[in-house]
T-cell receptor
Framework: NAGVTQTPKFRVLKTGQSMTLLCAQD?????MYWYRQDPGMGLRLIHY???????AKGEVPDGYNVSRLKKQNFLLGLESAAPSQTSVYFC????????????FGDGTRLSIL | AQTVTQSQPEMSVQEAETVTLSCTYD???????LFWYKQPPSRQMILVIRQEAYKQQNATENRFSVNFQKAAKSFSLKISDSQLGDAAMYFCAYYSGSARQLTFGSGTQLTVLP
């Protein structure tokens, strides 16, 4: 089983460029999440989705957009990348029950120059 | 908003010994869940153990157990018979049943000494 797959694994961008991170899960999970992880900090929630066609803001949503057009995919977009968005990005998914743990992808390391 | 505090940025333990990692949280909710995740150098986030707040019994998974003190809002992780493979960053996390969001602590880097 692939679980949660993130594409790409590494990327270097210049300030002002745009890009999309793709997250795909094959576990038929309802909920999907995007986090960022910065040095010395835990993961912080950017956006999340509780079902196909729905998205919601998390703790640090500014500068990011998301879309959940298909249940298995959750896209994170950076319209105009800034150096402050240099981070490791994690996608996660879970069933729609609160006691079910989230399953994480392997992360995407993104550097903005 | 809920907050999760891990007051030990770094801990070390001798192989085969026991170590306890601390976590406290702040909430006014009654419906929540607590988790410990492990992040080795490979960067994967691996679930270690979980605890439902409505359960008084402490969760146990093999060598890993928790001490859940609901009134004190404390959720510590005990690792028994520590192994070299336990070396990792450990994150405590709080799941809000109402907000449907997971809030992480800042992590504790655990080193296992041979």
């Amino acid at each position: 089983n692939a679980g949660v797959t993130q594409t790409p694994k590494f990327r270097v961008l210049k300030t002002g460029q745009s890009m999309t991170l793709l997250c795909a899960q094959d576990m038929n999970h309802e909920y999907m999440y995007w986090y960022r992880q910065d040095p010395g900090m835990g993961l912080r929630l950017i956006h999340y989705s509780v079902g196909e066609g729905t998205t919601a803001k998390g703790e640090v949503p500014d500068g990011y957009n998301v879309s959940r057009l298909k249940k298995q995919n959750f896209l994170l977009g950076l319209e105009s990348a800034a150096p402050s968005q240099t981070s490791v990005y994690f996608c996660a998914s879970s069933y729609g029950y609160s006691y079910q743990p989230q399953h994480f992808g392997d992360g995407t390391r993104l550097s903005i120059l | 908003a809920q907050t999760v505090t891990q007051s030990q940025p770094e801990m070390s333990v001798q192989e085969a010994e026991t170590v306890t990692l601390s976590c406290t949280y702040d909430t006014s909710e009654s419906d929540y869940y607590l988790f410990w995740y492990k992040q080795p150098p490979s960067r994967q986030m691996i679930l270690v153990i979980r605890q439902e707040a409505y359960k008084q019994q402490n969760a146990t998974e093999n060598r890993f157990s928790v001490n859940f003190q609901k009134a004190a809002k404390s959720f510590s992780l005990k690792i028994s018979d520590s192994q070299l493979g336990d070396a990792a960053m450990y994150f405590c996390a709080y799941y809000s049943g109402s907000a449907r969001q997971l809030t992480f602590g800042s992590g504790t880097q655990l080193t296992v000494l041979p």
